[in-house]
């Protein structure tokens, strides 16, 4: 008959090696979502529903629910990733002692979760949400807490997503652009931006005001500005297919940083530019496509050539394809960080 003790040993020598071998993962997984720029934070429960307008929360009862759904926590969410791998040594004990119970068919109780949108965030069982992920668990039971919002929410999301979907149900609520004129679409990649917009509608609905010398009602000026201001330069981005050269963003992005340009070159230039005009230059001195970044390093070495511009000493060809910044319209978002379309945006 076998010792309890040593049986009991090769348990604990078993469970410590498999909270090595997943806090070995959970690292190399940091490093390949960095490396890709993927983000691989769990979602913190209290900064989600500080984003979101809340409509109110009620228990929903005992559920099984799919482990990779589970993407947030209450608590813990420094102390695993996006996948519930371990980041932090202090909680070994604890994955330990789960890991243990799993092996000898402990029945451990269900967790505890709220769940927004389509994913969920762990209350109570974090570490049991760990172990069972590291096992190729695919669900758990959990009592859920559902917590009701409008905004779409999936396990892709990430808190600038969310920020940036709360920015469009405002803007969209303020402005009710979508009863005035249902087909249209305004859609930003960038958190902070929809303020913008905002303005936009201010400033023509002042100028509509001086042209009718009348007060305008705030749904005239959304109605003057999409179909006056808007629209004409978002055909102008979708004709001349200026948005390819910009991966990733869209026609309203493209919009807000064409109206910034057309400004530059017209007070740069002194001199009335068409937005078409505008449109082209702008792709042509940002886009992000290998050609266009080999077009600007040519055009740049032909200004060294004629002696119009000073090589340092250690530049490299990459540095001929940076943009000095002088013509780049630059935007804040909502962490202070700045937006450029050469701006890594995670």
Do not use: C
């Given at each position: 008959m076998s010792d309890p003790g040593e049986y009991s040993s090769n348990l604990k020598q078993i469970a410590d090696s498999e909270f090595d071998t997943a806090l070995r993962r959970g690292f190399w997984r940091s490093v390949l979502n960095w490396f890709n720029k993927r983000n691989n934070n769990l979602l913190p429960f209290d900064e989600v529903r500080k984003v979101l307008p809340i409509h109110g929360q009620y228990?929903?009862?005992?559920?099984?629910?799919?482990?990779?759904?589970?993407?947030?926590?209450?608590?813990?969410?420094n102390d695993f990733?996006?996948?519930?791998?371990?980041?932090?040594?202090?909680?070994?004990?604890?994955?330990?002692?789960?890991?243990?119970?799993?092996?000898?068919?402990?029945?451990?109780?269900?967790?505890?979760v709220y769940k927004i949108g389509e994913i969920y965030f762990v209350k109570d069982g974090n570490h049991r949400v760990s172990v069972a992920r590291d096992k190729g668990q695919v669900f758990i039971?959990?009592?859920?807490?559902?917590?009701?919002?409008?905004?779409?929410?999936?396990?892709?999301?990430?808190?600038?997503?969310?920020?940036?979907e709360q920015e469009r149900l405002?803007?969209?609520?303020?402005?009710?652009?979508?009863?005035?004129?249902?087909?249209?679409?305004?859609?930003?990649?960038?958190?902070?931006?929809?303020?913008k917009l905002l303005e936009h509608i201010s400033v023509h609905r002042w100028f509509m005001g001086e042209r009718w010398q009348r007060p305008v009602p705030y749904p005239d000026a959304v109605a003057g500005w999409y179909d006056e201001v808007y629209l004409p330069?978002?055909?102008?981005?979708?004709?001349?297919?200026?948005?390819?050269?910009?991966?990733?963003?869209?026609?309203?992005?493209?919009?807000?940083?064409?109206?910034?340009?057309?400004?530059?070159?017209?007070?740069?230039?002194?001199?009335?530019?068409?937005?078409?005009?505008?449109?082209?230059?702008?792709a042509r001195e940002f886009s992000r496509t290998p050609r266009s970044r080999l077009n600007r390093m040519f055009s740049k070495l032909a200004e060294i050539m004629a002696d119009q511009t000073s090589v340092e000493i250690g530049m490299l060809p990459e540095d001929l394809m940076i943009d000095g910044g002088e013509n780049q319209p630059k935007t804040k978002n909502s962490s202070g960080e700045s937006d450029s379309p050469d701006t890594e945006n995670g």
């Amino acid at each position: 008959m076998s010792d309890p003790g040593e049986y009991s040993s090769n348990l604990k020598q078993i469970a410590d090696s498999e909270f090595d071998t997943a806090l070995r993962r959970g690292f190399w997984r940091s490093v390949l979502n960095w490396f890709n720029k993927r983000n691989n934070n769990l979602l913190p429960f209290d900064e989600v529903r500080k984003v979101l307008p809340i409509h109110g929360q009620y228990y929903a009862g005992l559920h099984e629910i799919q482990l990779d759904k589970v993407v947030g926590s209450v608590a813990r969410y420094n102390d695993f990733d996006r996948a519930f791998l371990p980041r932090q040594r202090h909680i070994r004990q604890r994955w330990i002692n789960i890991d243990i119970a799993k092996m000898t068919d402990v029945v451990l109780p269900p967790i505890e979760v709220y769940k927004i949108g389509e994913i969920y965030f762990v209350k109570d069982g974090n570490h049991r949400v760990s172990v069972a992920r590291d096992k190729g668990q695919v669900f758990i039971d959990a009592q859920v807490t559902e917590i009701a919002t409008q905004v779409k929410v999936t396990k892709d999301t990430d808190i600038n997503t969310l920020i940036r979907e709360q920015e469009r149900l405002e803007f969209f609520e303020k402005t009710q652009l979508l009863t005035i004129r249902p087909a249209a679409r305004v859609e930003l990649s960038i958190p902070g931006q929809y303020g913008k917009l905002l303005e936009h509608i201010s400033v023509h609905r002042w100028f509509m005001g001086e042209r009718w010398q009348r007060p305008v009602p705030y749904p005239d000026a959304v109605a003057g500005w999409y179909d006056e201001v808007y629209l004409p330069l978002a055909k102008v981005i979708e004709e001349q297919k200026i948005l390819k050269g910009f991966p990733g963003r869209t026609v309203s992005d493209l919009y807000l940083w064409v109206i910034e340009h057309l400004w530059y070159l017209r007070t740069q230039y002194q001199k009335d530019v068409s937005l078409i005009e505008a449109a082209a230059h702008f792709a042509r001195e940002f886009s992000r496509t290998p050609r266009s970044r080999l077009n600007r390093m040519f055009s740049k070495l032909a200004e060294i050539m004629a002696d119009q511009t000073s090589v340092e000493i250690g530049m490299l060809p990459e540095d001929l394809m940076i943009d000095g910044g002088e013509n780049q319209p630059k935007t804040k978002n909502s962490s202070g960080e700045s937006d450029s379309p050469d701006t890594e945006n995670g």
